[in-house]
């Protein structure tokens, strides 16, 4: 069973950093793409990150272009979101997901940025 559970999130100021973990359980993560996807408040969920299984290949949306980077440890199978600069436009629900950015996913964690 694919279980992913997000954690990281909290309150940080604009121009601060932040770093978002998932931890991914019932299936074999060295296998798969994984992403990051958010939904801010009134919003659609959008595509933020994503990662080839041997982490070799990266991309992120525009908007979070180098400020944010998507990793993964394939032996702690492990992913995560290092956030930088962060903006109130950051400020969303974050979620990772297996397969696309559509596919199964965790609960989320809550990015908030405010001063």
């Known amino acids: 069973q694919v279980q992913l559970v997000e954690s990281g999130g909290g309150l940080v100021q604009p121009g601060g950093s932040l770093t978002l973990s998932c931890a991914a359980s019932?299936?074999?993560?060295?296998?798969?793409?994984m992403y990051w996807v958010r939904q801010a408040p009134g919003k659609k969920l959008e595509w933020v990150s994503q990662?080839?299984?041997?982490?070799?290949?990266?991309d992120h949306t525009a908007s979070v272009k180098g400020r944010f980077t998507i990793s993964r440890d394939n032996a702690k199978n492990n992913l995560y979101l290092q956030m930088n600069s962060v903006t109130s436009e950051d400020t969303a629900v974050y979620y990772c997901?297996?397969?696309?950015?559509?596919?199964?996913r965790g609960p989320g964690t809550q990015v908030t940025v405010s001063s």
């Open positions: 997901a297996k397969n696309s950015a559509t596919g199964p």
């Open positions: 019932g299936f074999t993560f060295s296998s798969h793409w």
């Open positions: 990662i080839s299984p041997s982490g070799a290949y990266t």
